[in-house]
């Protein structure tokens, strides 16, 4: 009697990285390619190489950062959204910060976790996206589901967290010292549209001029910044 042919060995899933870190990319190609069942299939430092790059390979999942070369990571993850693509994402991020893993949610990725968890974490959440559940730190987790429960409006929340995805770009940028032109060759918008992004933040956060923008937002960056170190 003929034995019965032995199941099928799955392929590996494929992971498109993107971080414009070289080390970053070199400790998660190195420690992807140690398993078993995934290979890197492609890396990019920035959106326009990303979309390529995603479009080319058509990876099973694709590790995302916030902070890019000359873009956004959640820019990324909207125009990913935005061209059909159903690709499972997940932000590797060094902010443990519920401020931008409900953004990174909300625009589309299916999992965020720090880049300072252990290996066998990072892993775990690389396999839970692939397999299209959700995953997120259990800190994150607790502050989200909180505010679920206690149907917390936007009127409850820090005046930050209030600002829109590209006004909180700019409000960061503004912390980090650059000039209204820097700000705008950085997010390919023109001056105009960034003294209008301008001049919202200083609505919502009820400002009354630049130099009491400059000075919150140097604060901001810097509090925020304190948090991850």
């Given at each position: 009697?003929?034995?019965?042919?032995?199941?099928?060995?799955?392929?590996?899933?494929?992971?498109?990285?993107?971080?414009?870190?070289?080390?970053?990319?070199?400790?998660?190609?190195?420690?992807?390619?140690?398993?078993?069942?995934?290979?890197?299939?492609?890396?990019?430092?920035?959106?326009?190489?990303?979309?390529?790059?995603?479009?080319?390979?058509?990876?099973?999942?694709?590790?995302?950062d916030?902070?890019?070369?000359?873009?956004?990571?959640?820019?990324?993850?909207?125009?990913?959204?935005?061209?059909?693509?159903?690709?499972?994402?997940?932000?590797?991020?060094?902010?443990?910060?519920?401020?931008?893993?409900?953004?990174?949610?909300?625009?589309?990725a299916?999992?965020?976790?720090?880049?300072?968890?252990?290996?066998?974490?990072?892993?775990?959440?690389?396999r839970?996206?692939?397999?299209?559940?959700?995953?997120?730190?259990?800190?994150?987790?607790?502050?989200?589901?909180?505010?679920?429960?206690?149907?917390?409006?936007?009127?409850?929340?820090?005046?930050?967290?209030m600002?829109?995805?590209?006004?909180?770009?700019?409000?960061?940028?503004?912390?980090?010292?650059?000039?209204?032109?820097?700000?705008?060759?950085?997010?390919?918008?023109?001056?105009?549209?960034?003294?209008?992004?301008?001049?919202?933040?200083?609505?919502?956060?009820?400002?009354?001029?630049?130099?009491?923008?400059?000075?919150?937002?140097?604060?901001?960056?810097?509090?925020y910044?304190?948090?991850?170190?």
């Amino acid at each position: 009697m003929k034995p019965p042919d032995p199941s099928p060995v799955a392929s590996p899933k494929r992971v498109f990285l993107v971080d414009d870190h070289p080390m970053v990319r070199e400790h998660l190609a190195l420690m992807i390619e140690q398993q078993s069942d995934m290979r890197v299939c492609g890396e990019a430092v920035d959106l326009p190489q990303a979309l390529e790059g995603i479009g080319l390979t058509q990876p099973d999942i694709a590790i995302i950062d916030i902070s890019l070369s000359s873009s956004n990571g959640l820019d990324l993850i909207k125009e990913i959204r935005s061209r059909g693509w159903s690709v499972p994402i997940l932000v590797l991020s060094m902010h443990e910060d519920s401020l931008y893993a409900e953004r990174a949610l909300r625009a589309g990725a299916l999992g965020y976790i720090n880049k300072q968890e252990s290996s066998k974490n990072i892993l775990m959440a690389i396999r839970r996206v692939i397999d299209g559940q959700i995953h997120v730190s259990s800190k994150i987790s607790e502050i989200l589901l909180k505010r679920v429960i206690s149907g917390a409006e936007k009127t409850d929340m820090s005046p930050v967290a209030m600002l829109a995805d590209r006004e909180l770009d700019v409000f960061q940028l503004i912390g980090r010292g650059l000039s209204t032109r820097k700000i705008a060759e950085s997010l390919g918008l023109s001056i105009k549209t960034i003294e209008t992004y301008r001049g919202r933040i200083k609505e919502k956060l009820l400002i009354n001029d630049g130099v009491q923008l400059l000075r919150r937002a140097m604060q901001w960056v810097e509090e925020y910044d304190a948090r991850d170190r």
